[in-house]
């Protein structure tokens, strides 16, 4: 299908990913024709040139922009020809413009708007005086104005009777025409992006002791680059504007004497090329310069950069969540293990269900071990006997409320077990149960568990999320996995489409089994919608397993555009054809026929023969439809039939002898599982239910400027305890293990942002706070977050 798109726009695009036009042009047609990230990723890479989902990701994002900027040039451009304003000057530089703000910064001065002071006064016949006295300064402005005074009001109401209100008209003229040329508001803007702090303050009227007050106490008088200001402290500082604890305002780099021209006004004069010379008019041009910063622009380029900070932040933060949600998709799945999960709780007892190898719901109960039953002895007796009425080899503990206590009671019931000579113990995990409690009520549980207690859903959750994360986790909304700072404050657009591209990308890397996979697992294969998706179940259900990928074509609502784009991805185990457990796509299958041949074995006696598949040359089974990087693709899926990429199944070693966090001691080496990820640090779980911070500047003994650079979500790390704070329950972690408790880094880190000298996102304040201690800096910052994420 041809595409409608620019060849600036492919031009640009190809200069942004350093890629060749002819790459982009191909990735754009494809995708204008319906094809998805995931397909072309993986199964046009002759026609990309091998480019990958990130970069096909940008591309789309990016195409999206562009064709928007497009379609806002095309449209200011007939705007101003209708007003019969565009000069060939104009125009050359519209077609210019690179972003949407310099469009719009091109069409202000002919944007439609409400009658203003300056056209009032242009419409009095005082443009002529205004142009008179800007060129001449040396005209006496009193003089100059006596022949425009009017004798009356006119009928509008506008009141040119006096000298003064003439100059003034001047002065609603010059200073609207120098705020709306862009030669003028751009570099001022750009100046202010660089080299204005933000400044924050907190509201005298809000009572710094009032929680909800002091959760921003570190911003109650912070002065910062605004440029440098990172992701999470830009949206800390923007929800505390939004609750009207903080005022915000956007600082100039330098404050001026009292009584002098602020350093903004003096830059907009020079960039105007006029200076103060004593000249007759220069006393009201000065004015003029002052007026139109302070009541045109100051206000205007402040919320025009609040504006980038938010965008940038929210950025980074939508990143951020992102790249750990994929990091919790791609978690190394225990696999088919019968499976406990328990859903702690206290007066409304623990929830439990056990499920088999496959997932299915086989057993459950609720036992009440807390207050007020206190029921013990039952709940371990109830236990043991699911465990071994079950083989249960994996108990999943959620860690939410009374985790701790929950995971006691584990502890004792292995104990319990060892002691009765059960024969092989199940293994413990706490599992998080961020969404649980969103997926027990929603709607596709109810379909999925109906006969089960809404409360006794999410225990079947968290033990399959356990057994395969990917196939539990795309059953809840993205949002409520809970792993991003301030998701509720950003662009919810924009954050839905990263994560749902994060999930597509995800589902569709490991592969779905078409024989067993949910309706929300399919949903996100490629190609296939909800609607497609309950097709595919419906006919599972009417006709049992499928035998083969061709029997998709069946399925009501299935065509073969999109046979295409979700066949490679869906596999079938124990079916007709051993192809269709793999990733080579149905449409190479002539390919593997040719590879067979020449072999001159069977299907079976080549497939995961790595010694036989390396004798042959892609070169050899190349055509003009699949070329030589298909055909590598196709061997090496060949050699190693239906791989699942995401990593073996491995349990953090906790210390049995670290229950509590008051178990915790300085300079301990324990082994925790990385439960978040920040720019600023690494949030460990080591096993006493409180998760403690590894910031940045320790989590290597190098520079490090993102902690995703050493670690992701799931990651098993060996830590050293530096701090315990235990009033307010904070750990602060080092994972340098020649590191000392107490130990300060060398540069600011009291709110998780730096990194050693020159080592922050921020950069150094202006209103910088005492140094901390390392380990109560780090502390700090993950208390911060933790609170924010719990509330965003």
Known sequence: MPSTVSTTIVARLADELGVRAAQVQAAVDLLDGGATVPFIARYRKEATGGLDDTQLRQLEQRLTYLRELEERRAAILRSIEEQGKLTPALRAALEAAATK??????????????RTKGQIAREAGLEPLADALWADPTLDPHAAAQPYVKEAKSED?????????????????????????????????????TEGLLRSRRIEARNPDDPEVAKFRDYFEHDEPIARVPSHRALAMLRGRAQEVLDLRLAQPQEAPAGQPSVAEGRLARLLGWSHQGRAADDLLRRCVAWTWRVKLSLSIERDLFARLRE???AVAIQVFGANLRDL????????????????????????AVVDATGKVVDTATVYPFEPR?????????????????????????????????????????QRLRQGGAGPLPQKVVVSEAGASVYSASEAAAQELPELDVSLRGAVSIARRLQDPLAELVK???????????????????????????????????????????VPLLARVSGLSAA????????????????????????????????????????????DNPLDMTGVHPETYPVVERILAAAGRPIEAVMGKAEVLRTFKPEAFADDRFGVVTVRDILSELEKPGRDPRPDFRVARFDDTVQDLKDLKPSMVLEGTVTNVAQFGAFVDVGVHQDGLVHVSQLANRYVADAREVVKAGDIVRVKVLEVDLP?????????LDAQPGQAPSGRSADGAGNGAGNGAGGARVRARPAEPAATAMASAFAKLQGLRQRG
């Open 329 to 352: 998709l791609l978690a190394a799945p225990a696999g088919a293990r019968p499976t406990m999960g328990l859903d702690p709780g206290i007066r409304t007892g623990v929830k439990v």
């Open 728 to 736: 307010r329950r904070r750990i602060a972690l080092t994972m340098r």
């Open 476 to 518: 809840i909304d993205p949002k409520s996995i809970g792993v991003g700072q301030y998701q509720h404050d950003v662009n919810q657009a924009a954050l839905a489409r990263t994560l749902d591209a994060v999930v597509e990308d995800c589902v569709n890397g490991v592969g779905v089994d078409l024989n067993t996979a949910s």
């Open 532 to 575: 497609t998706a309950r097709a595919v179940v419906r006919w599972r259900d009417a006709h049992g397993a499928f035998r083969h990928r061709q029997q998709l074509l069946q399925v009501t609502g299935l065509g073969p555009k999109t046979f295409e784009q979700c066949a490679g991805f869906l596999r079938i185990r124990g079916g």
């Open 374 to 414: 206190r029921d013990v002895e039952g709940a371990l007796t109830a236990l043991a006997a699911l465990v071994r009425r079950h083989g249960v080899e994996l108990i999943a503990i959620g860690n939410g409320t009374a985790s701790r206590e929950t995971d006691r009671l584990v502890a004792e019931l292995l």
């Open 312 to 314: 940038q932040a929210e």
């Open 101 to 114: 703000q310099d469009l719009e910064d091109l069409y202000l001065p002919y944007k439609p708007k409400r």
């Open 157 to 193: 109401g506008s009141d040119f009777t006096t000298v003064a209100a003439v100059l003034d008209g001047v002065r609603d003229i010059l200073s609207e025409r120098w705020a709306e040329d862009a030669t003028l508001v751009q570099p001022l803007r750009e100046w202010l992006w």
